[in-house]
């Protein structure tokens, strides 16, 4: 909770609010108009002017609202609680911002007692995102969505999702020189949550992002998709620049057709080597394998039906709206949102950089030459990417189609940033 | 917490996180192969897999509808090439 | 909370169950047989009927379950918190009754330790409507299924639908008067709950009944989609009442197209004008008006058609039995019920009176006249009004179809409810 | 509360309710006339839109099948007529 | 909550992890290979592995995880609460192992500050499960899909349906045989949980279950499911070592058509006849009855519809994995679960028993003879058990297809199984 | 509790579980019966239920389809026979 509201005037409060206003109608025109992502970019932009609208208080928890109001029921229960009766109220309002989680709690009750009601979209926020739910379901959906034929037809391409994870680590060291320089000012766990936004697949940056850095959860997650639409634009520039010609037009072999067990194998693998190496994120490549699972496996038609359509539209609209949420102007309308932005999309370039340059290094080693554009496909942002590099291709060479090729490395980067953000979790939780 | 301390905590992270990453991933390339030369040598698909994937009813709908539309449509046209000629 | 198990007894209790599940019965008779509102009333009507099986429980929480069995852990409770160690069990279950959502949440505890467990219902009405989740999802597909073409064709049939809200605030004065009179006992809170019954539509009427008045909430739904399926036999005498053969044979002009960008602007325009002058509808008009951007961006169809099913059809069957289980015997039996009753078709007549007096009144300035029939249709009740309009008038003019003159005033009534929603609750919040 | 306090309020809530009810929507007839005015002459729809609605599956289903059962059905009597002609 | 992993080592409960994630790639095996019951076995064996993942405490609580993490202030918190200051840390676990649910909540929201959360699957089970929701919906779902016609043509099949249900009552007794003789140490309410198996009923046994014995809820599951699975070898043995040639040859006469309006009438007197009898199933039936009446009703299509589609298949899926999260290895891996399996079966074959003794037991005093095979029919196990009987009577006589006689005693099952649950629930209650 | 107690317990539930569900099914086979007989009596259907279910779309459109294909299908042999037949 910012104290912002105390620092600034009311005025201060109301311009920041009609600018934020001005953002949301801004991302319902690229969502409508341009088709950034608009299946998350319409809820986005939308909750994002409701969380905005001045006196309505949609995005504030009844405890926020007492607070503003500076209610002195809620007020004096806190005087009690932290017993510091004659102390300012600025002093009071510091104390709550840095309690723990069940001094919000009874002081939350004390705001109901007193007649304030969570907003409604931080209701949405609390059951969508603070409980992890909605980035998991999304998963599911999206696991029964992916095909991974192209994958176990040419497991090596997996080598290409990993590199490209390379964009998410490099910019959380950006973050952090960035602090070390008095740039901005970055926690440990806030460049790691910025740093996902490398990984180019939306629910794993508000996973993570809802984890280790919740008020920078708006500004990570606008900035993810917001990117991820402008993958023709972003990637390939970069991926001229780091081939030749030759490689571009470098022929690659049909894939062999993959068997049905094959494709059930994979996601109970999956499952169980994360649960061995990488334990944090087994639910995200969880729910995601579940997903595959119920697809492949043919005889549960009617879930993997549902959970790619009712289940992760209705998810999707709620997921939207709870980041929305996260646009009202207090939380967005910081320096770091900028740092956010730029940083986000190095780490795009850096992740499709790095994506081309091993499959450059790939093809000294291997007898199989492989296209290197396909790397570039490894960053996810699954299937623009994919297409990104078909495109490409086919300036240099018409009759080269590297689109099934290039869905090999984009699912394997979708598995590589979910690693990532495990490890990220773990390692973030290690510090402390 | 000092400013090195911040930018120790960052690499050691890209270590920590490239390194996972690739570890599991090559781990995961081993037992893919492995996996699909498993089943392949040993449990091929021998003949229409029993467990045959019943398609989505959609699709379903829409590939039927589709030929029956194909043949509506050559019989509407053979339909009006006789009018036609008559 | 009711005392009434205490002051009467269990005989009575029963008989008075017995009679709501004839109600309840009677509901889904007029459901089923006369097609009355059925997608709400088959499931209120059943929701009433499970609410007042005998000894099961199914619409009280924990506490109440163990107040009910006098628990003598929860009592005992009560007394330490209360300080009232000698007092009679009665004082404390009032002590109980009157106290602050806090304590309630403590003694839950205390019940659940002792046993207890919140019923069926009552977790529904919870999850549903205390929430305010369900009106606000419901307004959301109804948006995604509203057409405002013809509202946009010819705005000014907005203020048909302003001033059949006349309705509404008449019934207020209504309520108060009885109160006044010492005929019935409603506080101001309730009588504006009452009211909102005059806006035709029903998860308004929710959703302003569960903030102002839960109690009588299920007195204020059955009537609300009662009346609502009434509409054909309310408003025709009225109609014809008011106007002349005449002016029931105006016909209207053609409308003009409307393109599909002034629909995309339109839900837009409408989200920011309500957050800037009534915020207190904002959650309401802003999930109607994201319903309606999803239908007609037409870049979110597969939210926009999960909206208008899956997801609308999920939350009317849990709507539907959550408030059924306000058809409880102990909240349902009361004098105030008829009151509200009484009060309902009164403000659906006066609605009706107020529209179509509207429309006169504009055809005094306005050069192009509108039929004053399609006055009628601004109570929303959407589509019956606006067919109830097109119905009356061929029966003057067999050729002059007023459906599509009457949806825009239909449509304009579902927005002025909500916004007479939102003053009602902000200005009833003030009066404290 | 005295009970005439309780008539205040509610003639209060009146006023104060239509009066929100009338300025709000009449300020929205103006601002949908201005929209519409400035959407049509400002930024009209050129050619067949390319935000073209994709329309609902099971809609292109039933007009489809509709079509086609239509077809089947004029087909239909036209065999029997042919055949009962025979 | 186990204190399992104070007694044993860290390379234990790896082991019993590693057992207990075969175990889940056993059900999954048998879903996907052998058709089990796959819309269930498929989550639950997933949600299985996931569960015993080490380290990753997908199915633990946040409080659950800071005690196995001997997080120091939780055990401070505790220490204070039950004021035992310098106890051996193995009895505060204890003391909070029996203590009520309000210290739980406290202790949680420690565990919280502390930076716990709660897992995944936790919250899965929680929300679907620990509320009693999720099975309430699976039965309103499968309501709608159920055909009361052939019951209603020949009610007298409903007393095929009750004496099936003997197989519950029987194994609770031999539940307690073996409590009785030491071999196993079942608490009455646990012998109830295992009972219900017999029920032949998912839902039932994980409602039942999830209130007397939520630790055996995994086991009692898996037991129910797999036995469903196994009737068509489970049954016919039993069915043919009980009646003659002569008698497996009997030809039913056909079946007289039932109205609408009767169809329509059922569901509500269930109802009725619930409430006023056995309470305690009103939950269960209600709903079961509300969803018979959607459909049959024919006003509501679109909500039978959803009930029948999206909203059963969600609740499935999140159903599946919360029976999967108690797969833990902690609460599997007991003997009480070879208990469990082995009184399942016995639980089955008795009912299957039962339901034919019975129909042999009609047919002395009735004119009209019914084939004694449908009356295995009764143990439920919709709509397999039906089909058994179909087959195993044209193995008898080829012309006669007692498919459409055996759905009477196959529905009444079902209302005979959760008649069963109710009564258990509210005695065993009563035993306190 | 003595190991005599739960053994009593379960014998308890015995009687009281077989005899609750035995009571209560033979009430609903009496009341089905009744209410079967009454509306058969007193409130027959007459003619085409004014209630006609509308059928589930999917249902619909399988059915029509399928008729649809049948006779297609059945055309394309009487085409199929003319054609080899000239
Ligand atoms: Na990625
Ligand atoms: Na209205
Ligand atoms: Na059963």
New interface residues.
Partial sequence: MENLWLASGLAQIQMNQAIM?LVG?AL?FL???K?FE??LL??IG?GG??A?????G?ASSALELALYAQDPMVIGAARELFEMPVAHIDAVLHAIDNS???IH??LS??A??A?Y?N??LY?FYSVAIA???AP?VIF?GVGAMTDFGP??AN??T??L??AA??G???T??G???M??FGIMDF??AE??AIGIIGGADGPTAIYVASMLAPDLLGAIAVAAYSYMALVPLIQPPIMRALTTEAERQIVMTQLRT?????K???P?????????????A??LL??F??GN??KE???????S???Q???I??T??FLG?SVGSKLAADKFLDPKTLGILALGIVAFAIGTAAGVLMAKLMNVFAKQKVNPLIGAAGVSAVPMAARVANKVGLESNPHNFLLMHAMGPNV?GV??SA??AG??IA???A?G | MSSNDILQQGADLLMLGMGSVFVFLSVLVVATTAMSWFINRWLPEVEAEPVARKPAPSTEINSKTLSIIKQAIAQHRVAKGRASAE
Same sequence: chains 1, 3, 5.
Avoid: H
Wanted: hydrophobic share 60%; aromatic share 8%; proline share 5%.
């Fill in positions: 206003i109608l319902l969502a409508i108009r088709k608009p299946l319409v809820p939308f002017i409701m905005n609208i001045p006196g309505a949609l723990a989680y069940s709690a009874q009750a004390v109901q007692d007649g009601n907003g409604a209701n409980s992890g739910v998991l599911l994958l176990l497991p090596k997996l080598l999702g990993a994870q390379f998410i680590f490099a959380v060291l973050a952090v020189g602090t070390y926690s440990i460049a790691a993959v068997s049905k067990r094959e059930i194998a994979f109970v693998i999956v499952l169980i080597l994360v649960g061995f190496f990488i334990p944090d087994a639910p969880g729910m394998c579940l699972l119920m496996s043919g005889v549960v038609d009617r879930l039906d549902t959970a359509n009712a289940l539209n209705i999707t609209i709206l394997a598995i590589g690693v990532a490890v990220m390692v973030v939780k510090f």
